[in-house]
């Protein structure tokens, strides 16, 4: 007769049971990401920066359960929203990094390591002063293509008019880059903060870039 306590003790663990948090755990942050530490099974990857409140990338991460995504935010509070989500829903293909963006981007992403790269709605730093402080400057078309593989993307939106200019002058002034457009089941989902300023009259600039290689 089959033990049932005993086989279900020696059974592997559901996923849903063996991610207790979607949140990595830092050993060092001195070297790069291993990606195969992340995800139980080897897929294209895409990565969020500044995911907030992880309205879109928990959908998006259920929408395309044959990818992995990473997404990065800074804030506790903010990246707790997508842990509790994703878990709830099952997700095995989102991993979430709780670290500065910058240093994410320049020092542990793997060079060549994603297919896309998301940047929705980062902090405009309005004042003149500030500005140094912005995600999307002169740096990122470089860091972008580092981290990208041949074809990768780069998607954009902002609600900041002046922000978005600055987002296409330095990439335009990249030549391994070229504008593209972006795929209609990305287009059309949304995040929570951009549909509460649509709601306002308050547009959504966006813009999407392509790695050629140039």
């Known amino acids: 007769m089959i033990d049932l306590k005993q086989a279900e003790a020696c059974a592997p663990p559901a996923p849903e049971a063996a991610r207790k948090t979607l949140l990595h755990e830092f050993r060092t942050i001195l070297e790069p990401l291993n990606l195969a530490e992340h995800f139980p099974t ?24 044959e990818r992995n995504f990473l997404a990065v935010e800074r804030l506790l ?23 500065e963006i910058s240093y994410f981007l320049e020092f542990l992403l793997p060079p060549a390591s994603t297919e896309a790269i998301h940047v929705y709605f980062p902090d405009p730093w309005p004042k003149v002063k500030h500005r140094k402080h912005r995600l999307i400057n002169e740096r990122f078309p470089a860091l972008a293509r580092r981290a990208l593989k041949p074809g990768g993307v780069v998607y954009l939106r902002t ?28 287009a059309e989902l949304t995040t929570d903060f951009e549909r509460e300023f649509n709601a306002q009259g308050i547009p959504t600039n966006r813009a999407s870039w392509r790695m050629t290689g140039a």
């Not at 294209?44 to 928990?58: K, N």
């Open 159 to 186: 609600d900041h008019g002046e922000y978005f200019a600055q987002m296409l002058t330095v990439f335009r002034a990249d030549k391994s880059f070229e504008e593209v457009e972006a795929p209609a089941e990305l």
């Open 77 to 99: 509070g903010r990246i707790r929203k997508p842990d509790k989500r994703g878990r709830r829903i099952g997700l095995t293909n989102l991993n979430l990094v709780r670290i």
């Open 42 to 65: 080897p897929q294209p990857l895409e990565v969020e920066l500044g995911c907030g409140d992880g309205s879109f990338i928990v959908e998006w991460a259920n929408r395309n359960r």
